[in-house]
């Protein structure tokens, strides 16, 4: 990457401050700018705010967040009128993906998914593979 490149934008949708912190520290140091939404109904907002600016180029959607679960947050970014935002990878995080099928995942548009706990290695390559 040419170090004049504009970082890639990432909004991380979660609502636990600790994984909030790390994620947001070990995908720094990657070099991606990044966004955060607290709870779903942040969700559509950030992503809307930033498209003039800068606009995110990948979602790490923790599924059990408060508002509106991360589930139906993909939904409303599936259906978004703005191709910009309909087409953005979204990488689920989940600490109880047991709860859930990959064919749920695939319904509401997920991308791919990760396990909690988060294994930071494969996060860094899954947003590099998804997101670039």
């Known amino acids: 990457m040419a170090p004049s490149a504009t970082p890639k ?6 609502d636990s401050g600790v994984i909030q912190a790390i994620t947001r520290k070990i995908l720094e140091q990657q070099k991606y700018r ?3 939404a607290k709870n779903g109904g942040e969700v559509l907002r950030q992503l809307e705010a ?6 995110v180029n990948g979602v790490l959607m923790d599924i059990n967040i408060p508002v509106r679960n991360g ?4 939904r409303d970014i599936r259906a978004h009128a703005d191709p ?4 953005l990878p979204v990488i689920a995080i989940t600490g109880n993906a047991n ?3 990959m064919e749920q ?3 509401a548009g997920i991308t791919d998914y990760l ?14 593979q998804h997101i670039g």
């Open 105 to 107: 995942f695939r319904e």
């Open 50 to 55: 930033q498209l003039e600016s800068q606009p």
């Open 115 to 128: 396990p909690k706990p988060l294994d930071f290695d494969a996060l860094v390559r899954m947003v590099r």
């Open 84 to 87: 910009r935002i309909q087409e």
């Open 34 to 36: 990044i966004l955060i």
């Open 71 to 74: 589930l139906d947050c993909t």
């Open 9 to 14: 934008t990432i909004l991380i949708a979660e």
């Open 99 to 101: 709860n859930y099928s």
